[in-house]
């Protein structure tokens, strides 16, 4: 993929064919320096944005944004989380992490437990792991059959549909790491002992099914379009582009701060001369 720093991002990292290679920058800064340079900007235009979509929802609108996290263990999803969504105010924001199913949750449809996570009006929600977990998983284990593949894509396909009627715009980020980098991350969480909590012995046999994984996701991306790629192996880049992915999609919204019910004027008249009692 050539790089062009004039595209804008999801222009750019729309999965369209190619996954873009893991250690590239093919869009925005190429050096780790510029890249948090330009996160400190994003993360402005990124919370004045949030906070004016956050002021529409407590007025009365119905617009919200799911993030969509998903990518091999070890390729940031947390990461990501921190040091984007770390850049906006706490309030507007609802994250979830899915893993293994409850014994409760498999009692119920798969998406139950993701309804239950949706972000409200005015919110930015974000999924570390998703619904797409219960294609990704299963099918891997030769748990789904071809047919019960094709009911889950359009059940999914008609919730994501239900989700956009309803004002809920989805941007859906693959975080794409090489199995060198994955590697290199997982003897770093055995080393380092204050990472070794992050460290999961499961790990270890999803990775031993690499190509059957990759595989999953190709038909994923096809299946359930649109989707973006962000190169993962620098985590620098990473953090810059689902930032600048996310800054777009709200810019595309164009949420603004509600007209208040009241005169202004009357108000500030109102201020004139007023004390504070004893």
Same mark, same amino acid.
């Given at each position: 993929m050539a790089k062009n720093d004039g595209s804008r991002v999801r222009d750019a990292l729309r999965v369209g064919g190619d996954l873009p290679d893991p250690g590239s920058t093919p869009v925005g800064p190429g050096k780790k320096a510029k890249a948090l340079e330009r996160l400190e900007s994003a993360g402005e235009r990124l919370s004045a944005l949030q906070e004016a979509l956050y002021a529409e929802g407590v007025a009365g609108g119905t617009r919200s944004v799911l993030l969509v996290l998903q990518g091999m263990d070890t390729s940031g999803k947390?990461?990501?989380?921190?040091?984007?969504?770390?850049?906006?105010?706490?309030? #507007?924001?609802?994250? @979830? +992490?899915?893993?293994k199913p409850t014994a409760a949750e498999r009692?119920?449809?798969?998406?139950?437990?993701?309804?239950?996570?949706?972000?409200?009006?005015?919110?930015?929600?974000?999924?570390?792991?998703?619904?797409?977990?219960?294609?990704?998983?299963?099918?891997?284990? #030769?748990?789904?059959? @071809? +047919?019960?593949?094709?009911?889950r894509y359009a059940e999914i396909t008609a919730f994501e549909q239900e989700l956009a009627d309803a004002g809920t715009t989805v941007l859906k980020v693959f975080l794409h790491i090489s199995p060198e980098e994955q590697l290199k991350r997982l003897k770093a969480r055995l080393v380092t002992p204050e990472k070794r909590w992050k460290y999961n012995p499961g790990d270890l046999e999803a990775r031993s099914h690499w190509p059957a994984y990759q595989e999953a996701y190709a038909?994923?991306?096809?299946?359930?379009?649109?989707?973006y790629a962000v190169p993962a192996d620098h985590k620098w880049y990473r953090n810059w582009a689902v930032a600048e992915l996310l800054i777009e999609t709200l810019a595309d919204l164009k949420p603004a701060f509600p007209a208040p019910d009241y005169d202004v004027d009357a108000e500030l008249a109102k201020l004139k001369g007023v004390g504070v009692s004893a």
């Open positions: 947390g990461g990501t989380v921190s040091h984007v969504l770390g850049l906006v105010n706490p309030m #507007g924001v609802r994250y @979830a +992490a899915f893993k009692r119920h449809h798969y998406l139950w437990r993701i309804r239950k996570q949706l972000p409200a009006p005015g919110r930015i929600g974000v999924f570390d792991r998703s619904h797409y977990e219960d294609i990704l998983v299963p099918r891997v284990s #030769g748990l789904l059959t @071809a +047919a019960e593949r094709r009911r038909d994923i991306f096809a299946k359930t379009p649109p989707w």
